[in-house]
């Protein structure tokens, strides 16, 4: 992100952790952000080799839908079926979004997609009262693919209410491309129930250890020229070379 406000920031950059509308969020009454027209995403800058852009898949491995053998058969019939039928269009606009030609309808002529390139299937309604109970939201994002956000009606004018998901997609495609090319695959590999615990150890001590020395070389307090090789030494010592090894032994299963 860029920032108009604050010269440091501008100078260094800043990456989003949180959700990106608490940036800009140029609406919402209570809730707007007084400086959300002064941030705009740019490009990965260019390195000596690339343009690099971390990629974070858009799921992580685990489960967001468990019958546990408390449920009946019956139960877990319905369950499943109603989960089906959450992955059809009209249920996934029924349950994120509400009812239609209530909180969403169907596109007016001249009205276009979030991606121009595809048809326009749905037009999401702004209520100024956001209290109503007519959908579960979030609680029903089972399936919420590519091509349902795509298709949502949205202005070309990007710093408004009805032009947000416009200005995420147009910020996404500048890094599209630039992600490495030997990305993990962690979103699709499982891990081995035998050595979970292990590696996750592993991992939790391994991803403490990068952070702090990042902070480190980034404000300073140490030098990539200096302390580099006694970086690398330290995350040696942290048994890396057996949780690559443990991940390389599940990615290979994976592709069987």
């Not at 000596?48 to 974070?56: D, G, K, L, V």
């Not at 009946?72 to 606009?93: C, L, N, R, Y």
């Amino acid at each position: 992100m860029r920032s108009a406000i604050t010269p440091m920031a501008e100078l260094l950059g800043a990456g989003a952790g949180m959700h990106p509308n608490i940036f800009v969020n140029c609406f919402g009454g209570a809730a707007k952000t007084p400086y959300c027209y002064n941030y705009d995403a740019i490009p990965p800058l260019q390195g000596p080799n690339a343009a690099f852009a971390t990629y974070i898949p858009n799921m992580v491995p685990g489960a967001d839908f468990v019958l546990t053998n408390k449920a009946s058969k019956d139960a877990q019939i319905a369950a499943i079926k109603m989960v089906d039928w959450m992955f059809t269009f009209e249920g996934h606009m029924a349950g994120i979004f509400g009812v239609k030609d209530v909180d969403w309808r169907d596109p007016q002529s001249g009205e276009v997609a979030n991606n121009e390139a595809v048809k326009p299937l749905y037009f999401v309604i702004q209520h100024a009262d956001t209290s109503g109970n007519t959908s579960w939201g979030p609680g029903a994002q089972y399936f919420d693919d590519l091509a349902i956000r795509d298709a949502q009606v949205q202005s070309a004018d990007i710093y408004t209410e009805q032009g947000y998901e416009h200005r995420l997609l147009a910020a996404t495609n500048l890094y599209k491309g630039k992600e490495s090319p030997n990305l993990y695959p962690f979103w699709a590999v499982w891990p081995d129930p035998t050595v979970a615990d292990e590696q996750t150890l592993l991992k939790q001590n391994i991803t403490d250890y990068v952070n702090s020395n990042a902070l480190a070389f980034v404000t300073g307090s140490k030098s990539l020229d200096k302390d580099w090789d006694s970086y690398v030494s330290g995350l040696n010592d942290l048994n890396l070379a057996r949780y690559l090894a443990l991940n390389q032994k599940e990615y290979d299963a994976s592709k069987k």
